[in-house]
Structures are given as structure tokens and as C-alpha cells.
């Protein structure tokens, strides 16, 4: 089917090193680190975990964007080929010309900052990434280097000589990717290629490669059972880990849209495709809360691939966005056959992990309401590591106080039962009354009450149960000056 | 200070950095694939404790791509094997013994058909009712090996000398090793049965005997190549074995070139780990925390075979007082046989776990006390010249731990900053900090005296290159680049002249594995014992040499002057020969320019019949503090700074020999705050990769974080003064769970507070919980099992989300 017209292509086209690659059959429906390994020989990239969690198959992929190719480190081992299409695949082969080291590898070398070396590639490609969009030529801050390489595991070294080579990379020395790879030619031939819609077919498999939104909409109606991939940090741990292949698949790789954040009567909105990455520089300013939260969320390389659409279509009661969005009373706006409608977060999830929107209908953006300048909002995730872990127990929790009462208070857990909750009663419960420790206290015992958590992998139900109860009392101390007892 | 002219004590890159940097270092699964090539993989049993009813293979047969598929019958020598007692079933015969037990090896043209016949055969099992704590074993009386028993003066005078007795237990859990290269393999089968194996181990002979006895070879049939593993860490000490047999099966059987390489699920469900124990500990003490007593009963759970649990004990029994002196103490050691994979070496080896249980008892002591911990154990530490005797007999010499603690604990203002804990804690409603400083003494050498052996190969080619093969294993901790110093130097060359190469049973036969710290020790002394035999063939040649060229009668070597200038007679200084000028000018003389060295440490004796002996060459010692920081609402915990003070002799390498501390002492902290494995009650293991299983990232490293070694000179037993430190530094990250208990000891009402190992945020926040509300549930109760079972019916899939 060729719901645009134009004429299908019927092959993947995408650039590997500056070289160009058709790719046609089954390869479509790899990861790319086993075509790069596998079928190209390049096995600079190692594959460990394949679900995104280690960070030993670090990939920079060049997008077109205001006329560069914008690179962005992401976890090779969930990004399928038909992902990549008309996208600029660097691997740590491209880095360098063969024989000769650039600044992140003598720095690392100097440092000692590798011991088995199975690590070390995806270390050294999650520094490259950073030092090549790095806005200034200022040496990078322990922090940055630590930032950087959340999602990259060692098990030698204890990273603290990485984080010294990180420190001492000398930035004059390093190239940057647009010079090793002038951006003209490919950008030229890629954007010609991201406008024609495409279909490629494998031996069980096949992958439609839309144009637009309305587009996707009518090939979901086509085939009601297709998977819609996006940055596919979800849905493709479970092919690689559950061996599944699906039959159908949409990738919105190429269309066009969906990227924007804009505020516009009285909402955030966002687009399907914005990635979290993006979204974490873009709402510091009108969220805080969540965007400290995305620090923690995941590594750069999960935010630079997942978005924000992909969270709440994943639907698990433990989505990190999920308890804002839910005491936001956010929106969906949900694109059908029959044109848009919008969704309360309230009103979204009708199971674990169902969602209240029709097999045809797409995620098309988010809308979040503006916040009042007097309500105060705080975001918890507790989990076994602190960062890039998956949580045991969220929660938001957005008050108005008028004085020491409380005017009105939303609060939402996550981790708790099979979708995450708000909670009528303790917000009844708070409503109106003075904001003491004896109240948080009272309430957290409601709100423990409200909940019925089970024991699994990432905790014990009664350890839900004392964070449900106790989240209350860490928030109260937060909001009040700790040794007087008075509101900050 | 540094001799001029050699690498020794210094800093010079790992021999393998640039490769690591630049991605073209190979590991087993960026070997290019072979014409004909098949990939293997092997189907576990789903069941922990089950009897086979029955096996299909039939529907795996149909799948196309399938080409091989073998089970116990196909095997030709015998199925049982084990380093200690040969107690493991390589292929389930009759009853499986553990989730993961191999039942099946498949061999198949593409990794697709691989998972298809996975999913494909058809097991019917009884199911026979799974063993999975150490509590149960002990009920159903399922042990490995007997008891064994360390002992030193009298225990009953010992207590009646007492003012207090304290008793209790105390648990830690297991580690997962989490190499990031996971198990692998590749065989190629030679002409007239025999096989070249590739396999990333740490035990390339073992690999070699295992191969040769289960597949019904002769060891000579067998070549066994290791050029590098992507981490081991102890977990390829043993457990690398069953791959490559599984590998060389089927290229035997198909004559074809096979790989295996694990998943990291599947390498996480089916391998073993550092072993949980539980103990009991009964200690007395002065009123002043002078101990006076100790009986200490370890168990540890071994999983279904011994594997290495027998020898891990031991290390843990050696290392049950750690650096401390105690008059009268018994030491005994039991494992427990569950149904759960044969847990094994894990960096430490036992020590750990032994140590733990010490630093728990020092706190616990000091918490009933209502003393500082440090106090009390300073005061317990080994004398210099008198209380020096370990529970073994043997007499601890060169004690550097009076220095280590009395530098450290000023270096780390630690009495200052514990005071303004006392107040922080008394005045915050949210947060509670602890701290403490612990203490390490570690035995160098294997226990069992025979391993303490290795031999190496030397050659030198006419260009002046010399070439180095050893038994040592390289796994990321640079045993070869301080090989490579110790030619280099041996020679007066500069490192880039000698190449370590990839460790090879056809050069080095008959090798321990590169475990016990001791892989530098060991093959870096056989290596430059053989550098110096051929050293002094060299120089009694340039004596010849040069005694013809200035027309002398005979030669002095005594005269002859090597250094990186090159070789010369002191008497004629001007005559100078590079040394691939000396190298070519022996060879057409017909001199040697190969040897083979061998070093077996002096000295050693140790017997478990009278548990007496002198087991270790040194000890490898050092110190830590850590201070800690911990949510009172959630249980999460910071380390806010942790300063380590080592004494490692004479580093070979300051900048490898650091990155072993660091290293190591992260994968301690992982090990004792956020590594916790879970189960479900049918003994599956539900943390079987990073997205369940949390390993450190760089973000949990201490905010501040010291790291420094004393000068010390005087360890000459060990190669150019040096001392092991491969495993050392993980237990001082002991000091990091001890100020987690510390901080306990602020809230727990006076009583001495109960903290397992890991102290994760659950762990913790499941205690402050029961300080303040009382024993509630069986998440709050203080004796709880080593092994973390979560409740059945509720267990959810490790993937994620």
C-alpha cells in the first residue's frame, strides 16, 4: 500500500563512516550493531547487555539538521536498521583514520582508563559525542564526564581515571565530526531520501517507513497489529531479549513533524518525536522538578533515542513522566482516522499497560497546562542505584498552600499497582488543613492505605509500602526551613 | 626511586591501551567467522531440582539451520568434573541441579535457528523440591566436603577472662562477577581428533583438561589459546570450562568450527557467584573492647557442586580475623549444597566474606560499648613483635597496619569528623550519616601449596625482539605489561621491544590459573628467571667476543657491562654492541636464545589436618574510612568520601597497580550496597542483567575519594619488592557497609543494629523501619536468609519495565 502516492522505496539508505549502505531483506530488521559486527567487520562496537543499559555499544548517529548533520550518542544494541534510515552512522572505526588516536583516546590512554577494554569503545564514543557538540573550548568538568557517561557500565576501573581523562582532554585537539565528515553531500542525498516514503520487506517481516503523521494513521488502520517504533528503547529490548520479530512494523523515523515544543494558550505542548534529551534542555525553566527528574531518568543515550510519546505509550506503572503527567492533569492528543482528540492523563491507563486509545490511533503530542506561579510541585524516584535504574516507587506530589493550609493537593504514585495512581483520599485528606508533620504523617498512612503494591524484582510490597508512607514526610521537610519548622 | 634505564615503578601504559581505545583489541566474538562455522548455544533446565522424564529433541531437529544436537549420551569421556572434587554433572544425565543446568548443546548455521530449537525441545521433569537457602541445607543436612576447624588457644578461658559476650549472625549476599565480555568460546577442529580452543578463561590448562577428559581426548590432543578476556574477575576461573567443552563437542562431533558466547542473561542464570554466607559469631570482650574470645561458625552456600567452594571456604576461614589479633579463637567453616548454580572464585576469593564478619563484630562491639569503632580496633590490631600469631600458626611479619591506621586516621581527620556526625545526627530530621574505619590484611599465595608453581617462555629473534609467554591470563589487570617491564628490564630494553603473547597451553604447560593476586608474582619471576638464563649465556658469549676481538686468550664476563647503552667490557668501553647486534652475534656462535624458566614460591606449607601452617609468602594490607550519608525516608545512601591507605611495596606499575585499588574497591562497595541478586522461590534468578542487577556507575563514586599507598621497601620474599593487589583493595570497601551500621547505631534505641550485606536502600530502610515501628513483617525481622527470595505469585519478568 502507498497511502501518499509517491512513488515506495524499497531499500534503507543510510551512511556508515561517511560510506554509503542499500539495505534491503532481512538486515532491515537488525540491530545495526550486528550489521556493523557481523557483516561489515566492524567490531570496535562490543554488544553486552542488548537493552540499553551499559552503554559498550555507544553509536554517534548524525541526523540533518539546519544544514549539519546533528550527532547524538545512542545505544547501538536497541537501534534496529529501519531506524537508521537516512540518518549517518559514526562507530569508533570512523573516529579516527586508521593507526592515529584523537584527544579522548590519548587522554584515556594517558589515564589508564582502560583495563579489559570491552567498556572502553563506548566510552571513549559517549566522550566523542560530548566533546563534539560541547559549545565551548573549555576543559570538561567532572560533572560533565560523569553526566556523559551515566549509561556507560565499567567493571575494572572504577571509572575514577576516566572521569580524570575525561577532565583532561584537550579540546583544540579534538576533531570534530563535520570536518572528518563535511555534511553537504550526505545531507543532500538523505534529505531527498526522508521524503519518499518507503517499504522494505524481509523474509517474515516488513517495515513501512512514512512520510507524514496522517500517513502512519492510515497504515495503523491497514494494519491494526503493526508496532510503532520510534526511538525504540522499549520495544526493542524485548525483540533482543524475547527473540520476537514483529510482522508489521511502522517506523516514524521520517516523518516529518512532531519535533516542536511550543506554549500556546495556556499549554506546554510537545511533540511525539521530541526526544527526552531534548525535552530536558527545553523545560528547566517552566519545570524544574521534571527536568531534574530526566537527569536521573536515564543515560544521555536512552534520552537522545526515547521520547516522551514512547514513555507513556510503553505504559508501565513505573514511567518516570507518568506521576507528573498524571498530577499535571495533562493531555494526550491521540490522532485517529477520524482526526484528533485529546485524553486525560486520569483517564489514560485502563490496566497494566493498557491504554485508553484505539488500535488506530497515534500518539501525536502532549499537552501539559501551565502551571500557577504559587503551586509548589516535587517529583520522587526511588530505585536500588540512583541513577539509570529502573524505579521501585515514584511519586508527584503539587500543592497550593495559602499560607500554612494546604489549599488543594494532587498526588500520584507510581510503582503501586498495575498503573500508576492518584490518591483521592489523602488529597481530601490534606485539603484544607494546615500544613504540620503530624498532617504528613496522618496522610502518609492514608495514602499507604490507598495502595495495594506487590513484591517483585525492584522491592518488596512493604517496602512500597514505607516509601508510600514516608515520601510524604521527606517532602514536608523539604518544603519547610529543617530547624525552625516554618514553611522556606 | 627508580633505577635509571628501566620501567620498574613506573607508570607506562596497559600493553593493550591503544587497541582498547581504538577498538582493535579482539576478543573471542570479533574473531572473523570461519568458512563453515557454526554457532553453538545450550539449553538449560527451567527446573532447580528436577528429574528428566523425558527429552525431545525432534522438533528442534525439523528447524532449518539446525545441524547438531547432543546431550550427555553423545559424550565420549566422562561427565563429572570439578577443579577440587569431581562432583560436576556437565550435562544433566538423570536430575538437574540448578536453573540453567545445561541439557542440551545446539549447533546451528545462524543465531535464529539457535533460539528457534531453544524454544523447540520439549523437557519433561518431576520436580523434586528445590534446596536454596543455607537454613535449609543446614535442616536437611546437604553439605559439601566436611567441616573444618581453625583454631588457637582456649576458647573457654578465653570467654571467662570476658567482661561481656556478645553472640549473633550475620548475613551477606552473593555477587554477580558482571565481565562484560560474557562466557566464550571458539573450536576449531585440527586433523586426527585433535583442537585449537580459543576461550576467554583465566585457566587456559584446566580448559585444556576438561576438554580432554569429557570429550575423551588425551590433554595433548588439546591446545588451549587465551589472548585476553573482556573482565573475569574470578568467574572465568572455572566457569569458562563449560563453554568451551560445549564448543569443542561440537566441532569434534561435526568437524566444523564452533562459537559459543553467552548472552549476559543467560551467562547471569547459569554461572556461579560469590557466595552468600550466614554465620554465627560468639565474641568476648573487655570492658575496654580488648577481644578476648571468638567462635566464629561460617557457612556459605555453595550451590550444587563445589566448584571452588571448598578452597573459598578455606580463604574465608584464613581470613575470619582479619587484622586483628584474638588470643583464643575456633574458626569453623560448612558449606551448604543447594540448587542453586555451583557459586565460585569472585575476586577476594572467600576473604571478603570472612573479613565482613569481623568488621560486623567490631561494630557490634563498639555499638554495645558505646565506643568509637576504631578505638576498638586499633586496639585488636596484630602486634608488631608480639600478639602476631594467626589462628594458623603462621607469625605475621613486616606489620604495617600500626602505620597504615595511625597515618590513615589523621591523614582522614577521622576523630573530627566523627564528632561532627554525632551532632549532624542528633540535629537532622531527614538525613543520618555514619562513618567508619576498617581494616585489611590479606594472605599472598594460593592456600594449596602445588598451585604455587609457573613456568615461562622466553625468546629472543636476531632483530632484537623478544617474545614472552607465560600462564598468566590477562583479564584488564595488566598482568602483561608487568611482564613486559620485568623482560624489558631484564634485557635493558625498552618495553615496545617485548611482546606478552597470547597465553597458550602448547607454550606453557600445566599453569595455575591467574587468580590469588599472584599471576604477576609467579609468571613475572619463572619469566625473569628465564631472561636471566639467557642473560648469562649472553654475557658469557660477549665476554668471548670481545676477549677475540682485543686478542685476550679468554674471556671475563665478570668484566662485561650491560645497560641501555648496550653490552661492553669495562675495560674496553668504547667497544659497544647494541643488542641485536649481541642477539645475531650469539646465534652464529650457535648460543641459545630461548629458555624456558620455572618459579615455585618458597616456603609454603599449610595443612587442613592440624589447620596449622605458613600458607601465604606476605600479606598485602591497607585501610580505609568511608563516610556515608542515608535518607531516613527512603534508605538511599551516598558515600560522601572514602579514603584508602594501602601498602603494596614497591609498585611494578603505580598507574596499573592504582587502577587495581579503585577498581577493585568500587566493585566492593557494588558488592555490599546496590548488587542484589533476587529469586523467585523456584531458585530463578531474577536479576540476570544491568536492568535489574545494579552494578556501580560513575555516579556512585564518593564525592570525595583518597586514594594513597606508604612506602614500603622492605617486602623482598616478592619480585623487585612488590606486592599483589589484584584482590586486596574490594575488602576495604567493608568500610563503606560499616558506616551504613554506624549510622544505624543513632537510631536503633540503644540496641547493637542488625545490617545484611548488601546494605541497599531497601536493606537499610527495612531497618530503620523496625527501629522505629518494631518488628512488623518478615521485610523488617533481623534474621532473614542470604539468599533474597521474593514472594511467589507477585514475581514479575526481569525485562523491562
Given amino acids: 500500500m502507498n497511502p501518499s502516492g509517491a512513488s515506495l522505496r524499497d531499500k534503507l539508505v543510510l551512511y556508515i563512516n561517511g560510506k554509503r549502505h542499500e539495505i534491503a531483506g532481512d538486515l532491515a530488521f537488525a540491530p545495526v550493531t550486528d550489521y556493523l559486527r557481523y557483516h561489515l567487520h566492524l567490531t570496535g562496537t562490543k554488544v553486552v547487555c542488548a537493552e540499553g543499559d551499559c552503554g559498550a555499544c555507544t553509536l554517534l548517529i548524525g541526523r540533518p539538521e539546519d544544514q549539519e548533520l546533528s550527532y547524538q550518542a545512542v545505544n547501538g544494541c536497541i537501534q534496529y536498521m529501519y531506524q537508521l534510515d537516512g540518518t549517518h552512522v559514526v562507530t569508533l572505526e570512523g573516529m579516527t583514520p586508521a593507526g592515529s588516536v584523537n584527544a579522548v583516546q590519548e587522554a584515556m590512554i594517558a589515564c589508564n582508563g582502560a583495563q579489559c577494554g570491552y567498556c572502553t569503545p563506548g566510552i571513549v564514543m559517549a566522550m566523542c559525542g560530548f566533546f563534539d557538540t560541547k559549545p565551548d573550548t573549555q576543559p570538561a568538568s567532572p560533572k560533565d564526564i560523569q553526566d556523559t557517561l551515566t549509561g556507560n557500565l565499567c567493571r575494572c576501573t572504577g571509572y575514577e581515571a576516566i572521569l580524570k581523562a575525561g577532565t583532561q582532554v584537550s579540546l583544540n585537539a579534538q576533531p570534530k565530526l563535520r570536518e572528518l565528515y563535511p555534511a553537504a553531500s550526505i545531507i543532500e542525498d538523505l534529505e531527498a531520501l526522508k521524503r519518499q516514503p518507503a517499504c522494505v520487506q524481509g523474509s517474515t517481516q516488513q517495515v513501512f517507513l512514512p512520510t507524514s503523521l496522517a500517513d502512519a494513521v492510515r497504515l495503523k488502520a491497514a494494519h491494526p497489529k503493526a508496532v510503532i517504533v520510534s526511538g525504540g528503547t522499549d520495544v526493542h529490548v524485548v525483540c533482543n531479549k524475547r527473540h520476537t520479530e514483529p510482522q508489521t512494523v511502522i517506523s516514524l523515523a521520517n516523518v516529518a513533524g512532531l519535533q516542536g515544543i511550543t506554549i500556546e494558550d495556556g499549554f506546554v505542548s510537545i511533540g511525539a518525536k521530541v526526544s527526552l534529551a531534548k525535552l530536558e534542555q527545553q523545560l528547566g525553566d517552566i519545570f524544574p522538578e521534571f527536568t531534574q527528574m530526566l537527569e536521573r531518568f536515564g543515560s544521555p543515550q536512552i534520552k537522545h533515542a526515547g521520547t516522551l510519546a514512547g514513555n507513556i505509550a510503553n505504559g508501565s506503572p513505573i514511567g518516570d513522566s507518568l506521576p507528573f503527567l498524571f498530577v499535571m492533569d495533562a493531555e494526550v492528543e491521540a490522532l485517529g482516522p477520524a482526526g484528533t482528540r485529546l485524553i486525560n492523563f486520569n483517564s489514560l491507563y485502563t490496566g497494566y499497560r493498557q491504554l485508553a486509545l484505539a488500535e488506530d490511533e497515534l500518539i501525536q503530542r502532549i499537552r501539559i497546562p501551565l502551571p500557577s506561579p504559587t503551586e509548589s510541585r516535587k517529583l520522587y524516584k526511588i530505585s536500588r542505584r540512583q541513577h539509570l535504574d529502573i524505579s521501585t516507587f515514584t511519586a508527584a506530589l503539587r500543592v497550593e498552600l495559602d499560607g500554612p493550609t494546604i489549599r488543594w493537593a494532587k498526588l500520584a504514585y507510581g510503582g503501586v499497582g498495575p498503573v500508576v495512581l492518584r490518591l483521592p483520599k489523602t488529597e481530601a485528606f490534606l485539603t484544607g488543613k494546615p500544613l504540620t508533620e503530624a498532617l504528613v504523617k496522618e496522610a502518609g498512612q492514608i495514602a499507604a492505605a490507598e495502595i495495594s503494591p506487590i513484591s517483585d524484582v525492584r522491592g518488596h510490597r512493604d517496602y512500597r509500602l514505607a516509601l508510600a508512607e514516608n515520601i510524604l514526610q521527606k517532602w514536608y521537610w523539604e518544603l519547610m526551613d529543617h530547624t525552625e519548622g516554618v514553611l522556606k | 626511586m627508580t633505577t635509571p634505564g628501566t620501567t620498574i615503578g613506573q607508570n607506562i601504559p596497559h600493553d593493550s591501551a591503544k587497541g582498547h581505545v581504538t577498538g582493535q583489541s579482539i576478543y573471542i566474538d570479533d574473531m572473523p567467522i570461519q568458512r563453515n562455522e557454526l554457532f553453538v548455544d545450550f539449553l538449560g533446565s527451567p527446573v532447580a531440582h528436577g528429574r528428566i522424564k523425558a527429552i525431545d529433541l525432534e522438533p528442534a531437529r525439523q528447524i532449518p539451520g539446525v545441524v547438531a544436537l547432543f546431550t550427555a549420551a553423545d559424550l565420549d569421556g566422562h561427565n563429572l568434573f570439578g577443579p577440587i572434587l569431581q562432583d560436576e554433572v556437565l550435562l544433566v544425565e538423570d536430575v538437574a541441579m540448578f536453573v540453567g543446568h545445561p541439557i542440551v548443546v545446539i549447533a546451528a548455521e545462524t543465531r535464529k535457528a539457535l533460539w528457534q530449537a531453544k524454544k523447540a525441545i520439549k523437557l519433561e521433569f518431576e520436580e523434586l523440591p528445590p534446596i536454596l537457602t543455607i537454613d535449609e541445607a543446614i535442616a536437611q543436612q546437604q553439605f559439601i566436603g566436611a567441616p573444618r576447624t581453625l583454631a588457637q588457644g582456649n576458647l573457654e578461658e578465653g570467654f571467662a577472662q570476658a567482661d561481656h559476650i556478645l553472640e549473633g549472625t550475620f548475613v551477606n549476599g552473593g555477587q554477580e562477577h558482571f565481565y562484560l565480555e560474557s562466557q566464550s568460546a571458539l573450536a576449531y577442529p585440527d586433523e586426527h581428533n585433535t583442537l585449537t580452543v580459543h576461550s576467554s578463561t583465566q585457566n587456559p590448562s584446566e580448559v585444556q583438561a576438561v576438554i580432554a577428559e569429557v570429550l575423551g581426548l588425551s590433554f595433548n590432543q588439546v591446545v588451549v589459546i587465551t589472548k585476553r578476556m573482556g573482565g573475569a574477575f574470578g568467574g572465568k576461573e572455572c566457569q569458562a570450562t563449560h563453554p568451551a567443552v560445549m564448543a569443542s563437542l561440537v566441532a569434534l562431533k561435526t568437524k566444523r568450527p564452533a562459537r559459543i558466547c553467552l548472552t549476559v542473561d543467560d551467562d547471569m542464570c547459569s554461572t556461579g557467584k560469590r557466595h552468600p554466607f550466614k554465620n554465627r559469631y560468639k565474641v568476648g570482650f573487655s570492658k575496654d573492647g580488648d577481644i578476648t574470645a571468638l567462635d566464629v561458625q561460617l557457612f556459605s552456600n555453595g550451590g550444587a557442586a563445589n566448584d571452588l567452594s571448598t578452597a573459598v571456604m578455606g580463604r574465608a576461614m584464613c581470613h575470619a580475623e582479619n587484622a586483628y589479633f584474638i588470643p583464643n579463637i575456633r574458626i569453623t567453616g560448612t558449606i551448604c549444597r543447594t540448587n542453586l548454580p555451583p557459586n565460585t572464585a569472585f575476586r577476594g576469593f572467600g576473604g571478603p566474606q570472612g573479613m565482613l564478619n569481623m568488621e560486623n563484630i567490631m561494630e557490634s562491639i563498639a555499638a554495645y560499648l ?121 634485557f635493558h630494553l625498552p618495553p615496545d621491544r617485548v611482546r606478552v603473547m597470547p ?11 591467574t587468580a590469588a593476586s599472584s599471576s604477576a608474582d609467579l609468571n613475572g619471576q619463572a619469566a625473569v628467571n628465564a631472561c636471566n638464563t639467557i642473560r648469562d649465556r649472553l654475557i658469557e658469549f660477549a665476554s668471548r667476543h670481545f676477549a677475540h676481538q682485543h686478542g685476550e686468550a679468554t674471556g671475563s664476563p665478570f668484566h662485561i657491562v650491560w645497560d641501555e647503552t648496550g653490552i661492553y667490557d669495562s675495560r674496553h668501553p668504547d667497544d659497544r654492541l647494541s643488542f641485536q647486534k649481541l642477539v645475531s652475534l650469539a646465534h652464529l656462535d650457535r648460543v641459545n636464545l630461548g629458555e624456558r624458566g620455572f618459579y615455585a614460591t618458597p616456603g609454603l606449607e599449610f595443612s587442613w589436618e592440624t589447620g596449622t601452617g605458613n600458607p601465604f609468602l606476605y600479606f598485602t594490607m591497607g585501610c580505609a574510612v568511608s563516610e556515608v550519608l542515608i535518607d531516613r525516608f527512603t534508605g538511599d545512601m551516598k558515600v560522601l568520601r572514602s579514603d584508602l591507605l594501602m601498602d603494596i611495596g614497591k609498585p611494578l606499575n603505580p598507574g596499573i597497580d592504582r587502577g587495581q585499588i579503585v577498581g577493585a574497591f568500587v566493585q566492593g562497595m557494588g558488592w555490599l550496597t546496590t548488587e542484589d541478586l533476587r529469586y523467585t522461590h523456584r531458585g530463578e534468578l531474577l536479576t540476570h542483567s544491568p536492568t535489574t542487577y545494579k552494578v556501580p556507575n560513575i555516579q556512585d563514586l564518593p564525592d570525595i575519594f583518597n586514594v594513597d599507598w606508604i612506602e614500603n621497601h622492605g617486602n623482598i620474599v616478592n619480585i623487585k619488592g612488590s606486592k599483589a593487589v589484584g584482590e586486596p583493595p574490594l575488602m576495604l570497601a567493608i568500610s563503606v557497609w560499616a558506616a551504613a551500621k554506624h549510622a544505624l547505631t543513632y537510631v536503633s534505641n540503644g540496641e547493637i543494629p542488625q545490617l545484611n550485606a548488601p546494605a541497599s536502600n531497601e536493606e537499610i530502610l527495612s531497618r530503620l523501619m523496625h527501629y522505629a515501628h518494631g518488628e512488623k513483617s518478615p521485610w523488617t525481622a533481623l534474621d532473614r536468609p542470604e539468599v533474597t527470595i521474593v514472594p511467589p505469585s507477585t514475581t514479575t519478568s526481569g525485562i523491562k519495565g
Fill in chain 2, 370 to 490: 558505646k565506643q568509637d569503632a576504631y578505638d576498638i580496633r586499633r586496639r585488636n590490631l596484630y602486634g608488631l613483635t608480639d600478639r602476631n600469631i594467626t589462628p594458623y600458626g603462621q607469625v605475621l611479619q613486616n606489620n604495617t597496619l600500626h602505620e597504615l591506621f595511625d597515618t590513615l586516621v589523621e591523614r582522614a581527620d577521622y576523630k573530627t569528623r566523627r564528632a561532627h556526625i554525632d551532632a549532624f545526627n542528633r540535629q537532622s530530621k531527614t538525613h543520618l550519616k555514619g562513618i567508619a574505619l576498617t581494616g585489611m590484611k590479606f594472605g599472598i599465595s594460593f592456600n594449596t601449596k602445588f598451585l604455587n608453581q609457573a613456568n615461562a617462555l622466553v625468546h629472543l629473534y636476531l632483530d632484537g625482539t623478544v617474545q614472552v609467554s607465560t600462564g598468566a591470563t590477562e583479564m584488564g589487570q595488566g598482568v602483561n605489561t608487568k611482564i613486559q617491564q620485568l623482560v624489558a628490564d631484564a
Fill in chain 2, 503 to 513: 597465553t597458550s597451553t602448547e607454550k606453557n604447560n600445566n599453569t595455575s590459573a
